[in-house]
């Protein structure tokens, strides 16, 4: 009997185990994705904002696909604007808008 247990154990041990990928929402389509799959802006200070690719910037940040649509969308619904609990400045929209283009180039 303890034979078996040891062995069902030892098994287990060398059984490869997925590791489960971080998921994030994204404030435009409110679609959880995959992270790399999406743009961190980061909240730096009161009206300083950060385009944060490698995801290690502190301050809060917010998730958005890299395409246009749900630039668009999270536009229309107020989605930073939520997720910062400030008021966006257009500037930073069209900052976003430019940076989704290198991404869509």
């Known amino acids: ?7 069902s154990i030892m098994m287990k041990n060398t059984m490869t185990t997925k590791k489960n990928k971080p998921l994030r929402k994204c ?3 409110n ?3 995959e992270k790399h799959l ?3 802006i980061a909240k ?4 300083e904002f950060q385009f944060d ?5 502190n301050g809060r940040g917010a998730y958005i696909c890299k395409n246009k ?7 229309k619904n107020k989605g930073l604007e939520r997720s ?20 869509e180039a």
């Open 27 to 29: 404030i435009g389509c």
């Open 69 to 75: 649509e749900c630039l668009e969308k999270a536009m």
């Open 1 to 7: 009997m303890m034979k078996s247990m040891k062995t």
């Open 44 to 47: 730096i200070s009161d009206d």
């Open 31 to 33: 679609e959880m994705k």
């Open 84 to 103: 910062f609990k400030c008021k966006i400045s257009i500037d930073l929209y069209d900052r976003l808008e430019q940076e989704l283009r290198t991404y």
């Open 53 to 57: 690719e490698s995801g290690k910037i």
């Open 38 to 40: 999406l743009i961190r």
